[in-house]
């Protein structure tokens, strides 16, 4: 009986479900919370799990990478055809604290599988998206008869994602001639839901400072001097509120320049989606949408830079009033940005900008943290070509488009390597990350194992070197 | 051998200094420091020894009235002349706190006298400055050959001025028949300096507010949300901003109506001051003045209303940086308010003025405190000119006029009783108030004593009823 290479996949994947789900289960049982000190044996027991796994799978290299932090896993399966080209996949082993307290209906680090879903903390985010990857290759190589996958296949699970990455350049940038990729596939990102499955195309970089605003060397009295002297609090104040102009553009010169524009192409594909604003806002825990005239919400989202104030502080914030000018205020801004805007010109123009914004009798301090490059792929990408193909073809559907609004080291792959970055996720909105009762939905994930298993012949096809 | 009045008052006030000073001492070691309960009990013995040295001064009448705070003392002198005027003195028997290892050089409550000045807290902020109106009477009779005051002297020394006075309106208006006067007198307030005594004017009132301005439900991720819904903090900082126009005018609409401007008399006077600008702006701890175009610093302080940021507060403001959209943020307003300007009015102005600034999204709620009065005597009143008068034959010099910039209860005695308020205070700006090592001059407490002396016989002259 001859099948095709799909209902090949698919017949072998239903083989092998059970033992994917338990070995899924047995590694979602480490504890592995990278920012509890505590658990820093656990991030170490599911490195080593994982490679060991990865192993099995048939990986002939699967290494753990050190790091000053917690360790990474590497793996490498070499296709053995000349010319193939070389993909590396990023995800993480770490996950978010999770307590039973935090309003979990079952134990977070004892998986458990009700009405189809695997709930359990790292179920999505980003253990069961890391581990598709597995059976995935296996069924790639059952319905082809390959002994080794179509592309040089590369694997780079970080320990730190869920702390911040902070060692995740310093290590890419070491080990960058091992990294060496043709493409990097990202699977750490979700769908638009269950009934539209997507592909991200991008995810806007942050740049984020802090500024003091240091006024009368303490607290002085407004009525003895109220009126007479400059306030800190009210040049933060003013600073925030001339960020942007009455149509929510933003106001540092400079800010907009280089930005690689929306194409009519990427507006329309966006505006097709199935976006409900009402529950969109419920999402967000708003009350109204609010942003840059000319743009949709998701476009505000997705692809547009923000200017964004995450705190402010200064004089007296206790119960009741105190009559004040205060000696200090504090801004804590960051900026959101996309493909054209580099971190650097986005410090230089905001330092340039703050300067001309503080009156006399009024010294300051800004302080700039590590930024997030923006990542973007174009549309016409052959890479991306081949993962909407895959995930069609495992969907049986039509994929569309995405962007993701958040920021994350996926950048860095793209900077220090020089590849483009896709990414594939099959997570949904409900998955709750970070939040009590994350699950999978066994479904979606059996989805990712399959566009896995068409994705590596696809993209072993296309143009990439 | 004849004396003229005022020798003979030196002569008075020459032979009793050692008893008097003796008596504030005895006075000073009484800790009565309304803030602090576990000095409740000294702050009623501190008017329980007041009351008595009033009744050994000569007043027929002198209670203590219980407040349902810290109890205030009341006195009272008939006159006995026909037709005498009522003068009602307002001072503090209460002090702030103090302890030595704040930077006290001496024990706070153990008075000593150094090189003319006597150290200890209340010296000058209140009880030194209540206390000279005792021997000052005394003068004034034994001066003038009478038995009882020229005037109808009243006394009301409260005790929770450095508590915020929360009991002082209730208490007058209860007592309002009983402390009816043709003018008040408050002795809690100070002069320009040594060298050039003045009477102050008016104080300015002050009306105070807080706002919570309130977004999402909780804190959200600005890198999926921020951009596309309303930032609470942006918005309070949008407020606080859009509070004075480039010119520093305030923009609040209605909130200048009705102000009694300043004379050209008054800015003249104002302007002979010997104001050292560099000297003002260390005494404020500050490096630029700043404030309101086409008035001076003295004009800012004195006689313009503000408005001030006193306290801002919204999202994070811990350590480093975090990539959110906040709850919340919150503002702490106050409006100082000069004479013309009604609190309620004001109120209106800026609740209604609010509720144009708040975008869709944004829920907020506003509270205002209770507010003060600002009071004003103006320069050609005769109550007005008789201090003036009486401070110039003690000082011997001419006296200039002043106004203060804080506010206080001095204006609810204006405002229930229907009285112009005098002030009559010898204290200096080095005498330090509310800090460590507060101290009083005692040369410039004893022109104290002997203005008052003259004092009572020149307003008996005034048309005052």
Redesign the interface.
């Known amino acids: 009986m001859s099948e095709t290479p799909d209902s090949a996949v698919r017949t072998y994947i239903e083989e092998h479900r059970a033992a994917f789900l338990a070995d899924l289960a047995e590694w979602l049982r480490i504890p592995s919370v990278s920012a509890q000190p505590e658990h820093a044996e656990d991030v170490r027991r599911s490195a080593e799990w994982l490679a060991a796994k990865l192993r099995e799978t048939g990986f002939p290299v699967a290494e753990i990478w050190p790091t000053d932090g917690a360790p990474a896993v590497f793996a490498e399966w070499p296709s053995g055809d000349a010319d193939a080209p070389t993909v590396l996949v990023y995800g993480h082993h770490d996950v978010q604290p999770a307590a039973r307290e935090d309003g979990w209906h079952t134990e977070p680090f004892e998986p458990t599988t009700i009405d189809g879903r695997m709930y359990g903390r790292g179920a999505a985010d980003d253990k069961g998206q890391v581990f598709f990857h597995t059976l995935g290759v296996r069924a790639h190589l059952a319905a082809t008869g390959r002994t080794a996958p179509a592309v040089n296949l590369k694997l780079l699970i970080e320990g730190e994602e869920e702390s911040g990455s902070p060692h995740f350049r310093e290590l890419i940038e070491a080990r960058r001639e091992r990294l060496a990729a043709d493409a990097v596939i990202v699977s750490d990102t979700g769908m638009w839901s269950e009934d539209t499955p997507t592909v991200c195309t991008g995810m806007?970089g942050?740049a984020?400072c802090?500024i003091t605003f240091r006024?009368?060397?303490?607290d002085?009295?407004?009525?003895?001097?109220?009126?007479?002297?400059?306030?800190p609090?009210?040049v933060?104040?003013?600073?925030?509120?001339?960020?942007?102009d009455e149509d929510g553009h933003i106001t540092v010169p400079g800010f907009y320049d280089g930005i690689v524009p929306l194409t009519d192409q990427e507006r329309a594909l966006f505006a097709e989606l199935p976006f409900d604003e009402a529950k969109w806002?419920r999402t967000?825990?708003?009350?109204?949408?609010?942003?840059?005239a000319g743009y949709s919400?998701l476009e505000?989202?997705w692809a547009?830079?923000?200017a964004?104030?995450?705190?402010?502080?200064?004089?007296?914030?206790g119960p009741?009033?105190?009559?004040?000018?205060?000696a200090s205020?504090?801004l804590?801004l960051?900026f959101?940005l996309v493909a054209g805007q580099d971190p650097d010109k986005i410090e230089q123009a905001v330092r340039d900008w703050i300067a001309t914004r503080v009156?006399?009798?009024?010294?300051y301090d800004i302080t700039f943290?590590a930024a997030t490059r923006p990542c973007l792929t174009p549309l016409d990408h052959p890479a991306l070509q081949s993962v909407a193909r895959a995930m069609g073809r495992a969907f049986e559907q039509p994929i569309r488009f995405t962007r993701?609004?958040?920021?994350g080291p996926a950048a860095d792959l793209q900077d220090v390597l020089g590849a483009p970055v896709l990414f594939l996720g099959i997570s949904v909105p409900s998955d709750g990350w970070h939040a009590p009762n994350e699950k999978v939905e066994l479904d979606l994930l059996l989805k990712g194992v399959e566009t896995t298993a068409y994705l590596w012949g696809d993209l072993a096809a296309q143009p990439l070197r």
């Open positions: 806007r942050v984020d802090e006024g009368p060397d303490q002085i009295h407004s009525g003895s001097f109220g009126g007479a002297v400059p306030n609090a009210t933060a104040a003013r600073v925030v509120a001339a960020l942007h806002l967000a825990k708003s009350y109204a949408t609010h942003g840059e919400t505000r989202i547009r830079p923000t964004e104030v995450n705190g402010i502080g200064g004089g007296y914030q009741g009033g105190k009559t004040i000018v205060p205020a504090e804590k960051s959101r009156p006399a009798g009024i010294r943290g993701e609004g958040g920021s």
